[in-house]
């Protein structure tokens, strides 16, 4: 091991901030560290919105399903894919913007690389983080709160703040269920090794919850139905080609 994967695997989903605001200078020096994230072909296609007023934040809890923390934590921001950039840039060139499905995909994967480094690099500071996928839940009235202009793509909120907890860590999949050599599994080869991690994944939420609760079945109810089926649409009315 080394100090780099020591603090990967110090890793925790922190919910209760304690109430101290996160220095300018700090979130500057996150950002650079995140913009140092790999990037296709150099487009940069992200953006980070820091939200700043209480009322907006306020409102981004209801929005995002009660989750007080949006608006306790030391810093909430807004990652987002952007490809507004490059429109205006295509506008000023007297070029037609028709990227299509590519783009988007690049914006969302670029804007995942640059948030993962801002985390580490947040936590490398001894700040805690929570992403907060609920920021999809009502992106329409989102993108109204937060003014975001055609071509900015709202993918996902992130808490940043001082910990006041210290939860133990959830227990991950087995190393030898997410990486292979060569070939994937079978199904049953796939099948047996989620087996072992369900004995796991009770064991911890008995110990955390008092109920055990196998990973399984929780993902088979959590994909037994589509989710935030808006989403599709939303995008493609900030410009986004699905096709």
């Not at 296709?40 to 409102?59: D, F, G, I, N, W």
């Not at 001082?162 to 990486?179: D, G, H, Q, S, Y």
């Not at 004995?199 to 109920?211: H, V």
Request: one cysteine or more; glycine letters at 6%.
């Amino acid at each position: 091991m080394n100090n780099t994967i020591d603090l990967l695997l110090r890793h925790r989903s922190i919910r209760t901030f304690a109430d101290k605001p996160v220095p300018p200078g700090d979130i500057r020096k996150a950002v650079v560290a995140g913009q140092a994230a790999s990037t296709s072909s150099a487009v940069q296609a992200c953006s980070l919105l820091q939200v700043t007023r209480p009322e907006e934040r306020a409102k981004l809890v209801a929005l995002t399903g009660g989750q007080a923390k949006v608006a306790s934590c030391g810093a909430f921001f807004v990652i987002c894919g952007d490809v507004r950039r490059h429109r205006l840039l295509c506008e000023r060139a007297a070029a037609a913007y028709d990227a299509r499905l590519e783009a988007f995909l690049v914006a969302t994967i670029d804007a995942s690389l640059f948030a993962q480094n801002l985390v580490i690099a947040f936590e490398s500071m001894g700040y805690g983080i929570c992403y907060i996928g609920g920021l999809r839940n009502k992106l329409s009235e989102v993108d109204a709160l937060l003014a975001l202009p055609h071509g900015v793509y709202p993918l996902y909120g992130l808490c940043v703040g001082v910990p006041a907890e210290a939860p133990n860590a959830r227990p991950r999949l087995p190393v030898e269920a997410v990486f292979f050599e060569d070939r994937y599994p079978t199904d049953e080869e796939m099948l047996a090794k989620v087996d072992v991690y369900d004995d796991t994944y009770r064991a911890y939420r008995l110990e955390q919850a008092g109920k055990a609760r196998d990973w399984s079945s929780s993902m088979a109810r959590k994909f037994a139905q589509p989710a935030r089926t808006d989403v599709a649409d939303f995008y493609r009315s900030k410009g986004a080609d699905l096709t």
